[in-house]
């Protein structure tokens, strides 16, 4: 793996993106260091689904640099992905499979072959249920299907986890689990970036938040002490704009 | 493993748990034997047929009694088409275009008797053989197996983090091609296992053979990429299998269906009461030998008369009546080969014209491919025919020839009581007319008419291939 520059694992410089006539990203820019917990808050359409794809290389910006572990997405989505666990919001796993057998797949697509007791670790820590690991997903609640395809963003060890909604579907508990989790990747080097609309759900996990709106950040808040965050500072940030439609 | 291999373990473990792949799978597996043994006992059952009626019918050539030799050439004889070996596996025209004839003096008789005239019209719309499930059955399971091979990844999000785990929209497609090329393989297996057994005897042509099995593989890969490439072109998996089948219907049915009509329209052919009124005034054309006044055989007669240095036919050494019928044959052979010969250019054209539908249709390429190594397409008939009209001509002359050497024109003339008796020759000589022996086509010539249509076949499945470049490109740009 490699860094950007200072260090940064994640760095997005004044990135613009348009679907035709509508313009989706402004000027976006956001830089996430190793072992770093970024949030990036925003309400629909604020353009958190577009920094995602420009991340994974699924779109080219039309202007502004995009550079994840120190490839760029969109002209090096192969080598740029190979550095990025993911974990999208709704999670698209396959049905046919158990939860074993998809982590097995996905995985050594991924290149890894994690001994088995490896997969059944990970299943332990994200809260799935022993009863389930060998289940297919046919039968599998949202939040189950979840633990899974976190599981195997844990398994891939690579320096980026990108989260889209990771707590939509989960239970308290199994949220509380999950910080922990993304906690123990970061402190492992990793940087994280997440993209959500649940404002307590980032002040409880995040290093840093960023207030995304049409297509830029427009402010920043980041964690200080032992209370972290200002909750109602960050709301009244939240609710300043139209982001939190 | 790399990551195109763990693809297609992943897309066939899918299909093995699909219990409805499972079963139709099962089924085009049990209906390819069916058809291999249907066939088999079907075309064996016409071949023993064929070899005891063509049997019965010399031994009662060769039993008639003593008598005069035209009235055998009138008795005439029963010629059957033997099949070949591949004949079993791709049937061809054989049961449309007869495969009996009866062959007798001063005329050439159509082929008789084919399948669809002796059998339900049902006969009509495909006989069950392993070449029909292969063309016809084996196309649509793919569809079946293959439509979401790549529309589903993308209409269940799964396709995206394919890529975000680093497959590339390559490997992705390849992977999938590779699991529905095995399964390709493993519907045709059965299909090539039973053409071996079926045609697998001792005359079987190894070549031709080769390239029907290269051939049917060719077609089968095909599909595969036809099914591949809609599926990765599809963003629904329901839009990629109503493409897939509207496909199928247009190339396996419909082109195969009207191909044959539009080349019968191009190049029509006279119908049969056209063609026999118009011989009937040709040969009025010709002459009649019983005519004294006739110019043409007023004047063979003149010419043999001379040959023989005599001045009346009572003085030749030889029955002259024999003569005229010798003559008389030569004359209506040649008109009715000249007849022949058009009808054979009519229908080359109409081949021809059928064959170019191959460009649009990957069956009618396979089709001809099939049939031609098979030797049961239409050159295969032709050449019965016109074996057929030699045998018929040899054996007509060898008894004209007998009347002019073996019965004399006194008593051929004669109308006394004994006259009867003295023209009739022992029925010995019917036993030295040679029995009518088929020679199919050698391996060279069977080969030889189906490489077009395997040509045409590896054109279409290098298009294909190459069209799943960009189709790649097209699936990397996966948004969603």
């Known amino acids: ?245 | 493993m790399s990551a195109i291999s763990l693809i297609a373990r992943d897309e066939l473990r899918l299909m093995r748990r699909n219990r409805v792949a499972v079963v139709a799978f099962a089924l085009l597996v049990l209906l390819t034997l069916a058809a291999a043994f249907i066939s088999w006992s079907h075309q064996r059952a016409i071949a023993e047929t064929r070899a005891r009626f063509q049997a019965q019918a010399a031994k009662e050539f060769e039993a008639q009694p003593d008598r005069h030799p035209h009235r055998m050439v009138h008795y005439g004889n029963f010629i059957f088409r033997p099949l070949g070996p591949l004949a079993a596996f791709d049937p061809g025209v054989d049961a449309y275009t007869g495969n009996s004839m009866f062959l007798e003096g001063h005329r050439q008789n159509t082929a008789n008797f084919g399948d669809v005239r002796q059998s339900s019209l049902l006969i009509r719309f495909g006989q069950l053989t392993p070449a029909f499930v292969l063309q016809v059955i084996a196309p649509l399971l793919l569809i079946f197996l293959g439509y979401g091979a790549v529309a589903r990844e993308r209409e269940r999000g799964t396709l995206r983090q394919m890529l975000v785990q680093g497959v590339s929209a390559r490997q992705l497609v390849a992977g999938k091609l590779l699991a529905l090329a095995a399964v390709a393989a493993l519907i045709g297996l059965p299909a090539m296992i039973a053409f071996l057994l079926i045609a697998g005897q001792p005359d079987a042509l190894a070549g031709p053979m080769a390239v029907i099995a290269l051939g049917y593989a060719a077609y089968l890969a095909l599909w595969a990429v036809i099914v591949i490439l809609v599926s990765a072109m599809m963003r629904r998996g329901r839009d990629a299998l109503l493409a897939l089948l509207a496909l199928w219907a247009v190339l396996v049915i419909l082109v195969p269906r009207v191909a044959p009509d539009i080349a019968a329209n191009a190049h029509a052919l006279p119908t049969r009461l056209e063609t026999d009124i118009a011989i009937q005034e040709d040969l009025r054309r010709l002459g009649d030998s019983h005519n004294p006044d006739d110019p043409f055989f007023t004047a063979f007669k003149q010419k043999m008369l001379r040959q023989y240095g005599v001045s009346r036919v009572e003085d030749l050494p030889v029955n002259y009546k024999g003569l005229l019928a010798v003559e008389g044959e030569k004359l209506t052979s040649r008109l009715f080969d000249n007849y022949a010969d058009r009808s054979f250019a009519v229908q080359a054209a109409q081949s021809g014209l059928m064959n170019g539908f191959g460009m649009i249709s990957p069956t009618v390429a396979l089709r001809r491919l099939s049939m031609a190594a098979a030797g049961t397409d239409l050159d295969g008939h032709h050449r019965f025919l016109e074996q057929a009209e030699a045998y018929r001509f040899a054996m007509v002359q060898q008894l004209n020839q007998l009347q002019a050497d073996a019965v004399t024109y006194a008593d051929d003339v004669a109308q006394d009581a004994g006259a009867d008796t003295r023209k009739r020759i022992s029925a010995d000589h019917w036993q030295a007319v040679p029995e009518f022996r088929f020679q199919p086509a050698p391996a060279s010539d069977l080969l030889r008419a189906s490489l077009p249509g395997l040509l045409l076949l590896l054109v279409w499945l290098a298009i294909a291939a190459l069209a799943l470049i960009p189709i790649a490109r097209h699936v990397q740009k996966a948004r969603r």
């Not at chain 1, 090096?76 to 049905?95: G, S, T």
């Not at chain 1, 990747?185 to 980032?202: C, K």
């Not at chain 1, 427009?218 to 960050?234: H, I, N």
């Open chain 1, 1 to 245: 793996m490699s860094l950007t520059a200072n260090g940064q694992r994640i760095v997005v410089n004044d990135v613009h993106l348009s679907y035709g006539s509508h313009a989706v990203l402004r000027g976006l820019t956001l830089h996430v260091a190793a072992g770093e917990i970024y949030a990036l808050l925003g309400g629909n359409g604020a353009g958190k689904s577009s920094t995602m794809s420009a991340l994974l290389g699924f779109v080219r910006p039309d202007a502004g640099t995009v550079e994840v572990a120190g490839y760029n997405p969109a002209t090096q989505a192969d080598q740029a992905r190979a550095q990025i666990a993911y974990v999208p919001e709704n999670v698209a796993l396959y049905d046919h499979l158990t939860a074993r057998e998809n982590a097995a797949y996905l995985l050594a697509l991924a290149g890894r072959r994690p001994e088995p007791q490896a997969i059944d670790a990970a299943f332990e820590a994200t809260g799935l249920q022993e009863a389930a690991w060998d289940k297919r997903l046919g039968g599998f609640s949202k939040g189950m299907r979840q633990k899974v395809a976190i599981a195997i963003a844990l398994l891939r060890e690579v320096p980026v986890l990108l989260l889209d909604e990771p707590s939509s579907g989960l239970d308290p508990k199994a949220t509380a689990d999950f910080n922990r989790l993304v906690h123990d990747v970061a402190r492992r080097g990793a940087a994280v970036l997440m993209v959500t609309h649940d404002l307590l759900s980032a002040a409880d996990i995040a290093d840093r938040i960023g207030f995304l709106e049409a297509g830029r950040i427009v402010d920043e808040a980041a964690a200080q002490g032992a209370d972290r965050f200002d909750v109602r500072d960050l709301h009244r940030k939240f609710t300043a704009g139209s982001v939190a439609a």
